[in-house]
């Protein structure tokens, strides 16, 4: 069993920048691919990036390419979304899920455990 717990939300102006956190629990973490998803009102939940078991392989959506920025420290197990740039669009609740195949995947399907989400705002 995986436990995850995000940190690292908050308000921000447009243009700003924001890191989360997602800290794990359990020994499998480094075999884990990891992924960011987000979730706006009234939305469906969507991709946002991820990172292979490895950290050599990482993956974004095209929204926010070349603003954001996953990463892995499997010693801390702990995964990282730098958030930079930052818009009005990006306001949502941002979840971290663990998808056990290892490779990563832009699927919320493919994820096996989730946290409980933290709180972006980005005013204007």
């Known amino acids: 069993q995986v436990q995850l717990v995000e940190s690292g939300g908050g308000l921000v102006q447009a243009g700003g920048s924001l890191r989360l956190s997602c800290a794990a629990s359990?020994?499998?973490?480094?075999?884990?691919?990891m992924g960011w998803f987000r979730q706006a009102p009234g939305k469906e939940r969507e991709f946002v990036a991820a990172?292979?078991?490895?950290?050599?392989?990482?993956y974004y959506a095209d929204s926010v390419k070349d603003r954001f920025t996953i990463s892995r420290d499997n010693a801390k197990k702990t995964v990282y979304l730098q958030m930079n740039s930052l818009k009005p669009e990006d306001t949502a609740v941002y979840y971290c899920?663990?998808?056990?195949?290892?490779?990563?995947?832009?699927?919320?399907?493919?994820?096996?455990?989730w946290g409980q989400g933290t709180q972006v705002t980005v005013s204007s």
């Open positions: 899920a663990a998808d056990t195949s290892g490779y990563g995947s832009s699927a919320p399907t493919e994820y096996d455990y």
């Open positions: 359990g020994r499998t973490f480094r075999r884990y691919a």
């Open positions: 990172i292979s078991w490895s950290g050599g392989n990482t």
